[in-house]
């Protein structure tokens, strides 16, 4: 015999139509009823079975008492709507449910004979703890919302799975306290109402069996398939977990939509590349409208049907039926693509936000008919969130690209951004695939280089002779304090080697500065002097050593005045260059995207990189070559222009000099992971290297005058073609006003390894 009160809950349960009985006594008593007799008759039959009463408590008696609960019930389960209504005599949180509707009996004949009804996400824990609230309601009157949503997920006789909300009509049910039962108190209760999850303390203070259920209630479900299925896919959708992703997805859209032959897809758009990817989220849902990842194929599709209408307009594109479409449209791409991988009916819908593409939500089915116009609506209820967490997926992408190049690439120039992205979103992609994947090296062939620097002329002697001024003067200080010290009585016979050593070193400081003088220099000062001098302890000596310390900070120190003087005088002049051609880089990139880096030391030396492997997407041309190489030519001479306006302005004047180099192949360049910058790749490219570090300081031919110098433009060259089309460019500078008349063409001297360098040489005009 199966008990009712083997349940796990704190109930027995004795399953009552007393209140049902009494009203039925009520009618039968009434004379004006019409269906007194009926009712008379039902309740004689009612007499021998006394359980009906009294409580039913095994499932044996609701057996033998089916029929006659079902005349009992007759009131609540009307014929007429016994195949529209889903609706049983239950009792809650439990697998108890008879005298089922038609409509109820058919939905679990279609799921099989092995379907066990559960409600969904409700385990037993669950059962017996909301079992208990209904006491503390229905006895203790505790202010308990309990009203969280229960649902039935019942497949269909196709397999398709539909979900059932849960709706209990209590009204028939009582609660009573037997001899297990505990006494609780109001601290009691609040203790229980803050520990849902801890069931011991629950079965504690409800032991099993200790109340009563008496009575029954009425189940009613609702289909809340859609409802569902959305929640289902919001949860899916932001979880992090990607295995079986593309499988629940698609049982989510056959729910929806109540087809068992449908199939999800997506296609990615990345706009910054103006190309269509599969799916580019790491969650495994294939793409129905490429063919083997060919974007080009995809282009023709969407170009050649309806790219605009589903982008602008955010329409659906919907097919009911391949074949019919497609000797309707023969010339039709899209129609010849699906029909080939056997997709006979199909939706296509745009994800887009805020006009932004993110890519393409593909419904398809091999069985014609399924979809159409009107259907494709359905997906209205989806799309909003879809397309909000698919914006979320983008933009934790690219925060993960975004990562990926900072630790590798660092900052990246933006003409060549997207190929350091692509390269870091497959390693993104194959990692979220839990994939091995090495990052490739950064690769452009075939540029065109250009170099040009504008340098400090006698920078190093300024240096120098800042250091010699600061680091005499120092000296020449210490040897007053030496007297000061001396003149205090203080034993100084330790100071008098330290001494000689010091004039022996402004002796060597009215010779040319040696590279190391300044170093031992001052570890001599650091380790000798600075130390005994922190030794003295005499009150009437610490002023003036004091004094002397104070001035040896490099910030503010007179010690350190002539270095400061030198640093602020570089500072200045590269920021003042930089900034010139940083400002006008805008306008280089506008006439063709290319590769851009300038270097600040004493000056500022740049390279520009322009091919079309730097910009792919742009038609390249040797015009587009020949406008960078005139915009350089341009730059460099308002560049020295800006330095000799503000020359007087600095601590040290000093002058620039400014030359470029034409170099007459193109090379090829690599990004150096260990460096993090580019270079030139391959031994033949290494010459484009050598030749320019070495020409600044190289000689005209037969003579010690050096190419460089002040107030020049130095155009180093190989060929003669190369001349005639900087002459052509130093022409339209002189008619500008920004180059004064005249050419002068000069030998290079034979440097190491190059011989055969020409220049040229054109003077500035400062007073534009």
Same mark, same amino acid.
């Given at each position: 015999m199966n008990q009712l009160t083997s349940l796990d809950t704190p109930f027995e349960i004795k399953?009552?139509?007393?209140?049902?009985?009494?009203?039925?006594?009520?009618?039968?008593?009434?004379p004006a009823n019409e269906s007194q007799k009926s009712d008379r008759a039902l309740l004689a039959e009612i007499k021998n079975s006394p359980e !009906?009463?009294?409580?039913?408590?095994?499932?044996?008696?609701?057996?033998?008492?089916e029929a006659l609960i079902q005349k009992l019930m007759a009131g609540f389960f009307p014929a007429l709507l016994t195949q529209n209504e889903i609706k049983a005599v239950n009792i809650p949180y439990t697998n108890l449910n008879f005298n089922l509707?038609?409509?109820?009996k058919s939905i679990l004949s279609a799921a099989g004979p092995d379907f066990n009804l559960q409600i969904r996400d409700f385990d037993e824990n669950q059962s017996y703890v909301f079992s208990c609230c209904i006491i503390l309601i229905g006895f203790y009157r505790a202010r308990l919302n309990i009203g969280k949503? !229960?649902?039935?997920? #019942?497949?269909?006789?196709?397999? #398709?799975?539909?979900?059932?909300r849960i709706l209990y009509n209590t009204e028939f049910m009582e609660i009573l306290p037997t001899e297990k039962s505990v006494? !609780?108190?109001? @601290?009691?209760?609040?203790? !229980?109402?803050?520990?849902?999850?801890?069931?011991d303390l629950w079965k504690e203070k409800f032991p099993k069996g200790s109340w009563i259920l008496r009575g029954f209630s009425i189940m009613t479900l609702f289909d809340a398939t859609v409802e569902i299925a959305v929640s289902i896919l919001k949860e899916n959708l932001l979880s992090k977990k990607t295995t079986g992703f593309r499988q629940t997805v698609e049982s989510i859209f056959q729910s929806i939509y109540q087809i068992s032959d449908i199939k999800v897809g997506f296609t990615a758009f990345i706009k910054n590349e103006n190309r269509f990817t599969p799916d580019t989220?790491?969650?495994?849902i294939h793409s129905y409208l490429l063919h083997d990842n060919q974007h080009d194929e995809m282009q023709k599709l969407l170009w050649s049907n309806f790219y605009h209408n589903?982008?602008?307009?955010?329409?659906?594109?919907? #097919?009911?039926?391949?074949?019919?479409f497609l000797k309707a449209n023969p010339e039709n791409h899209l129609a010849k693509h699906f029909a080939s991988r056997n997709i006979q009916s199909f939706i296509l819908a745009p994800v887009v936000k805020n006009h932004h593409?993110?890519?393409?939500? @593909?419904?398809?089915?091999?069985?014609?008919?399924?979809?159409?116009? #009107?259907?494709?609506?359905?997906?209205?209820?989806?799309?909003?969130?879809?397309?909000?967490?698919?914006e979320r997926y983008a933009a934790e992408l690219q925060n993960e690209i975004q990562a990926v190049i900072q630790n590798n690439y660092t900052t990246i120039h933006s003409s060549v951004y997207w190929k350091f992205h692509g390269e870091a979103q497959k390693l993104v992609f194959n990692l979220q695939r839990e994939k091995d994947y090495t990052l490739r090296e950064i690769v452009f062939h075939d540029v065109h280089p250009l170099y040009g620097q504008i340098d400090i002329k006698g920078s190093s002697d300024a240096r120098n002779f800042s250091i010699q001024k600061d680091l005499t003067h120092q000296l020449e200080v210490l040897l007053i304090l030496f007297q000061d010290i001396r003149n205090s009585g203080y034993h100084t016979e330790n100071f008098a080697e330290e001494e000689q050593q010091i004039k022996q070193y402004l002796d060597e400081l009215l010779l040319p500065l040696k590279a190391n003088t300044e170093q031992y220099i001052n570890f001599f000062l650091d380790w000798t002097i600075h130390s005994q001098l922190k030794n003295i302890t005499q009150p009437e000596l610490l002023p003036y050593i004091s004094s002397y310390f104070q001035e040896t900070g490099k910030a503010d120190g007179n010690f350190h005045n002539n270095r400061r003087k030198y640093d602020v005088t570089i500072t200045t002049i590269n920021e003042k260059l930089a900034n010139v051609i940083d400002m006008h880089q805008p306008e280089a990139q506008a006439a063709f995207p290319h590769y851009y880096e300038r270097f600040k030391s004493d000056g500022i030396d740049h390279n520009l990189y322009i091919g079309t492997s730097i910009s792919p997407k742009k038609e390249f041309s040797l015009n587009k070559l020949q406008e960078l190489r005139f915009w350089q030519l341009r730059v460099l001479c308002e560049m020295e222009r800006a330095h000799f306006n503000f020359k007087s302005e600095l601590p040290y004047p000093l002058d620039v000099t400014t030359l470029v180099l034409v170099y007459h192949s193109t090379i090829d360049i690599r990004f150096r992971m260990d460096e993090k910058r580019f270079d030139v790749d391959g031994t033949y490219n290494t010459r484009f290297e050598i030749v320019k570090k070495r020409i600044d300081k190289a000689c005209i031919k037969g003579t010690n005058e050096r190419l460089t110098q002040p107030g020049l433009l130095a155009i180093v060259y190989y060929m003669d073609e190369e001349e005639k089309e900087y002459s052509g460019y130093i022409n339209r500078l002189q008619s500008m006003n920004i180059l004064q008349d005249g050419i002068k063409k000069l030998e290079v001297e034979d440097l190491q390894g190059i011989p055969g360098l020409k220049a040229l040489h054109v003077r500035i005009n400062h007073q534009v």
């Open positions: 399953l009552s139509f007393e209140s049902v009985i009494k009203n039925l006594e009520k009618r039968a008593a009434d !009906l009463i009294n409580g039913i408590t095994d499932e044996v008696q609701i057996r033998r008492n509707t038609e409509r109820f949503p !229960l649902f039935y997920a #019942i497949p269909t006789k196709n397999g #398709i799975v539909k979900y059932y006494r !609780l108190s109001q @601290e009691d209760i609040e203790r !229980l109402i803050s520990n849902y999850d801890d069931l989220f790491g969650r495994q589903l982008t602008d307009n955010k329409a659906y594109f919907a #097919i009911s039926d391949t074949m019919s593409l993110f890519g393409i939500l @593909e419904v398809v089915s091999s069985t014609s008919g399924e979809f159409n116009s #009107i259907n494709a609506n359905k997906l209205e209820v989806v799309l909003p969130f879809l397309t909000d967490t698919i």
